[in-house]
Each structure stands twice: as C-alpha cells, then as structure tokens.
C-alpha cells in the first residue's frame, strides 16, 4: 500500500479546505524556514536545538515534524532514524543529547511518547505505510515505557532516573501532552491492525485526571504550557476548553506580541504562541488562532529562522538571541494546521483519532486491571 491509499482506507477524508489567508505563510516562506531547520541537522540525523546545542527527542520530534510537511521527507527518515538508534530497551529515551554523547540521562515519558505523535503525521502527511509499519515497534516501546510511570489517579510522573525510580511528582503540561500522543499511538495500531486494550484503559484515566483532578500536579500555574495544553490535548470538550482559554487570555496574551512563557514576566516566545494558536484552532477559535500566529511574525528572520523569544516592549531577543530549530518547527505546524489541507493538518483537532474517551471509574478499572 502507498501513496495515501491507507489513509483512504480508514475512512480519512481530506480535511475541509481552509481559507487562504494573507497572514500565512507563503510556501517560499515555508521552504526558506524548512531549509533553516535542516542546515542545523547532523550527519547523525539528530537536529539540536540550535548550533552546537542540545538536543532532546520531543522538539527532534517537533523538528521532523516539520521538514515531513514542508516536503524535506529525506531529512525528516533521518531524524527518526536517529530516533530509533538512540531508543532504550525500555522505550525510553534520555532528555537531552550532544553531538557526542548524552547530557541529561534521566528519561521522560512525555519526550519519549511524542515519537508517535510525529510518526502519525510524518505517515498522513507522505502516506509511507512501509514508514509507519517500520516504526511501530519503536512507538510501541514507547508508549509502554510512558505508561509504566502513570499512576493509579491517571496522571504521569513526570520523569524517571536511570535506574527506574519514578519522580514524586506529575505535571500536567507533560501529562496532556502524552494523552495526545496515546491517541496518536492508538490511531497507528488501529491503522496496522495490533490491539492494545491497555492503551485503551489508560486514555481515559489520563483524561480523568486532566479533566478532573488539578491537584493531582505539580503547581505551575504561571506557565502557559499549563493553561493551553489540555487544550491542545483534546482532553477537554469544547465549551470547557474555550471557558479555560477565556479564564487566562488576559494574563498570558498580548495583542500583536503573542503569548507570555510565564505569566508574571515580560517573556514571549513563538514556540508558546504558535502551539497556542494550534490549540485555539482545535476548539474552533479560529480568528484568535491565526491573530496568534500572525504575532509570530516580528521574531522571524530573513532565513527563515526564529528567534526563542524576546522581552516585551523592548523587543530585546533572548536567551542570549538564540534562534531554535524547535521554535521555527512549531511555526511550520502551526501554519499547516490552520492552512493546511490533508488529513495531516486535523490531527491537533482530532480529526484522525477515535472520539475522546469517556470517563471511567478510576477506582474501579485500577482494581480490574
């Protein structure tokens, strides 16, 4: 099978076309920031941060992610095949690494689940069955490693050390962005015919938690990644999704600067603003989706690259003017999903998963499993 025959196969249909917009970006445009990206990529494979820089396997994700979309598929194999080669036994993997060798070796469920978030776009975007069948036994690692760190309340530890003790605490950022995944994970097996039940009881667990139980994480209420991603997690309905976008617009948002990384400093970055903006477009908060992305804007450069981010008013870039592979990746996607056509611009609405599961008894399935 090949092409987007498989997708066909499923019942997929080509998202709805967007509407052309002069705000986004133009594929010269896409293609000058794609190039930026890959200049960046090693002989490896592995795609830092930014040059000479760390690297860590969620924003390589988010990086091939990227390239897949803007056509650069060669580069895009390459950085799961460095993916696949660095893989624990375990399905792990560490959370950062150097050229060289590792930095951090603890290892992180969320980092280690998005690979199947990018291995079903990466399969939507270039319809490669034969890519999506060679990398199951790599999400399947995956998602097993990440799910043996879910606690009996559905939420996830958010870290583990080397020698398999769990972090004490879970964070919801981390913890929305792995119920995204699953269901990623989910829409692989049920593409190439494997069954995992276990996968289908821990859904609705984590969306539990997400949903239900705040107290179940780490406070970091001052951080956007915790305000918009059990938005962009599809764990929340859409009048409570909008209701929580409503509750903080105004402490994270400024108009035509884009969003704050924490609420109480003058810090905006692209990547925060641009994820925002995929989030406002999955509950259909379309305008305020693309004024958001429209703020991306002012960090850009001439080559296509992004600058991390920049302190509001003065417009003084940091850190250190840094401009990330990562921040110029969420762009790309961003743009594709509020522009886009092909079915690959619906995953953050859900449009290639299951419908989002139904609650269960925490209690109840804890003690039948």
């Known amino acids: 099978m090949s092409s987007f025959e498989a997708v066909d196969s499923l019942g997929y249909v080509e998202s709805e076309a967007r509407d052309p917009s002069p705000d986004a970006l133009s594929p010269v445009e896409v ?26 396997p969620w ?25 696949e080669s660095k893989q624990h036994d375990d399905g792990s993997w560490c959370r950062y690494y150097l050229a060289d060798g590792v930095e951090d070796p603890r290892r992180d ?15 939507l975007v270039t319809g490669d069955a034969d890519f999506l069948e060679h990398m199951w036994a790599v999400v399947d690692r995956a998602i097993g490693f990440s799910l043996g760190l879910q606690r009996p309340g559905g939420e996830v530890a958010w870290s583990a050390d080397p020698d398999g003790r769990h972090a004490s605490y879970a964070l919801l950022t981390s913890t929305s962005s792995i119920y995204h995944s699953l269901r990623a994970a989910l829409a692989i097996a049920g593409c190439l015919g494997y069954d995992r039940p276990e996968w289908e009881l821990a859904a609705p667990r984590m969306a539990e938690a997400i949903v239900k139980r705040p107290e179940s994480f780490a406070p970091k209420d001052r951080w956007a990644m915790d305000w918009y991603y059990p938005v962009l997690s599809g764990a929340l309905g859409t009048d409570a999704a909008r209701a929580r976008v409503s509750e903080r617009w105004e402490e994270f948002v400024t108009e035509g600067v884009g969003v704050r990384c924490v609420s109480d400093q003058p810090w905006f970055t692209a990547a925060e603003t641009a994820e925002c903006s995929i989030a406002l477009d999955a509950v259909g908060l379309k305008s305020e989706a693309a004024d958001l992305l429209r703020a991306t804007g002012h960090m850009r450069e001439e080559d296509g690259s ?24 969420a762009v790309i996607i961003a743009e594709h999903c509020l522009y886009g056509r092909g079915p690959a611009s619906g995953v953050f609405r859900g449009e290639t998963f299951a419908e989002p599961y139904e609650f269960v008894d925490v209690a109840e399935t804890v003690a039948d499993t």
């Open 31 to 56: 293609q000058t920031t794609a190039a930026w990206i890959a200049s960046l990529q090693l002989p490896s494979g592995m795609i830092p941060w930014f040059g000479a820089g760390h690297c860590d």
């Open 59 to 83: 924003n390589h994700v988010e990086a091939a992610m990227a390239l897949s979309v803007a056509g650069w598929t060669d580069e895009a194999v390459r950085a799961f095949e460095w993916l």
């Open 306 to 329: 992004y600058w991390t981010g920049c302190v509001h008013p003065e417009c003084v870039r940091f850190p250190g003017g840094e401009r990330s592979s990562y921040t110029a990746a």
């Open 109 to 123: 469920p969320n980092v280690s689940a998005y690979v199947a978030t990018g291995a079903w776009w990466h399969f």
